[in-house]
């Protein structure tokens, strides 16, 4: 990349010089600080990509930095630098949004590793900046896939990375998510944006015409076949062929799916020559097709084929902030698309678009907005026009969540006699509770039980007791 620049600050002039040296030998412009107050001069006046900042230095250390870095500069990654013997500041300047740190005296080949990670971001920031852009210029209103969260950015990561390369993509979600929106964008940005992009929906088409809809069919080759039609895959030579609700598809068809992907050749209904094919193909489903192939309800050798790269796209519930964003984006095409004056949301509508479950997600939230804007007499929106289902405001709590979980499980067992349910339920429970916070801390124990709130020792023991490999997660 061309044109980093690296904020360092530090009031030790021998760790400057050295890092100074360390940036200018990877090609990277070093600007130097030896107190707070000049380190944030410079963080706002250049903007640099990456920046050290010690974590105590006079006129203002790199906590306090921090804090403002992330409300002034978001674009700035942020390594802290810090003598403290103790993991509290590190895991303070973790919280405030830092992207790593390192601890004195440190060793230049860690602090290489640090910086490569965040130029590699940097990188597929600039590719996720570049694809929305291509996206925008290359999708229609309609086909334009809105959201900042964290969750909907790991996504645009990916397609970042697959999008050129010509392998199936299973895209996995809940109904409503965007699963069609997602699959165009991947094909906006493939090497076959030029080509035809075609869609099919297994749920939607009856099962026996899902084959002629696929393959086509020959003049005579039923009653009514007139004349001889192209199918879906012929349509979508050399482009992208979207199968939605793939997961309802029946065997035998699943079968020839599989056979066309392998021999990239089929055979139209009551044809006798095979048609040769060059097709990417997406496919999308809300079912689990792992539970599915248990089942024999989907082939697994299909599902080995398909999911090449599988993409889940979260549910508008778990990202946070895009229902807002979403909304603006909403009440802009409406005003547009019905010639009438742009409304608003009213502060208690944003409240309670946001406390809402969403169980139809993007779709819900698209139709409910348009029904509000059609509806509503007033230009400022409240949540009485958004007539959401009151029974789902309320957000679930954990112990909620938790509750629901187990009383299926607890419904089956028998009430008679002892059991150890305790015991039996109880590791479940904490098993995946401290596997999510060592994933947090990347591994580091001391770390994984300050956060817990228990002994180190206690950790380990837990550890050893639930068969938890805490290597795994280092990076």
Request: net charge neutral.
């Amino acid at each position: 990349m061309q044109g980093i620049k690296a904020l360092i600050a530090d009031d030790d002039e021998s760790i400057l010089w050295v890092l100074e040296r360390f940036f200018e030998e990877k090609g990277i412009k070093a600007l130097k600080a030896s107190d707070g107050k000049t380190a944030g001069e410079l963080l706002r006046s250049e903007a640099p990509s990456l920046a050290v900042i010690d974590i105590n230095m006079p006129g203002g250390g790199g906590l306090e930095l921090l804090k403002s870095a992330r409300e002034e500069h978001g674009e700035t990654y942020i390594i802290i630098m810090t003598a403290e013997t103790t993991t509290k500041n590190a895991l303070e300047a973790m919280k405030l949004g830092a992207f790593d740190y390192v601890t004195k005296p440190f060793d230049l080949g860690e602090l290489e590793i640090i910086v490569e990670k965040a130029i590699e971001n940097l990188k597929l920031k600039e590719k996720v900046s570049t694809l929305t852009g291509i996206l925008r210029e290359k999708l229609s209103a309609e086909a334009v896939f809105i959201g900042k969260s964290k969750a909907v950015q790991s996504v645009f990561k990916t397609v970042g990375k697959v999008a050129e390369k010509d392998v199936t993509v299973l895209v996995l979600g809940e109904s409503g998510t965007g699963k069609e929106l997602l699959a165009r964008l991947i094909h906006a940005n493939s090497l076959r944006a030029e080509r035809p992009f075609v869609a099919i929906n297994s749920a939607a088409i009856p099962r026996d015409l899902m084959e002629s809809e696929l393959f086509g069919f020959e003049k005579g080759a039923f009653t009514g076949a007139v004349e001889a039609k192209k199918g879906k895959f012929e349509l979508a030579d050399n482009g992208t062929l979207f199968m939605d609700e793939v997961g309802d598809m029946a065997l035998d068809l699943q079968a020839r799916l599989l056979r066309v992907i392998q021999e990239k050749e089929f055979y139209k209904v009551g044809g006798k020559e095979p048609v040769k094919v060059d097709v990417r193909i997406i496919a999308a489903t809300n079912q689990d097709l792992d539970k599915a192939v248990s089942e024999k309800k989907f082939r697994e050798d299909l599902l080995f084929r398909l999911n090449g790269v599988t993409i889940t796209l979260p549910p508008l519930r778990d990202r946070k902030g895009d229902a807002a964003l979403l909304s603006e984006y909403f009440l802009d095409k409406f005003a547009n698309e019905f010639k009438v004056a742009r409304k608003s949301l009213s502060q208690k509508a944003l409240e309670a678009i946001d406390a809402y479950r969403w169980p139809g997600n993007v779709r819900e939230l698209e139709n409910t907005l348009r029904r509000a804007v059609l509806l509503s007499p007033s230009l400022n929106l409240s949540p009485d026009d958004l007539a959401l289902p009151a029974s789902r405001h309320k957000k679930e709590s954990l112990e909620d969540i938790i509750a629901a979980r187990l009383k299926p499980f607890i419904e089956k067992t028998d009430h008679k006699g002892k059991q150890d349910l305790y015991d039996f339920i109880m590791p479940f429970m904490e098993r995946p509770l401290i596997r999510l916070v060592l994933e947090k801390t990347r591994g580091n124990q001391v770390q994984a039980a300050e956060v817990l709130g228990i002994n180190r020792n206690t950790l380990r023991k837990k550890i050893k007791e639930l068969n938890i490999q805490p290597g795994k997660f280092k990076e």
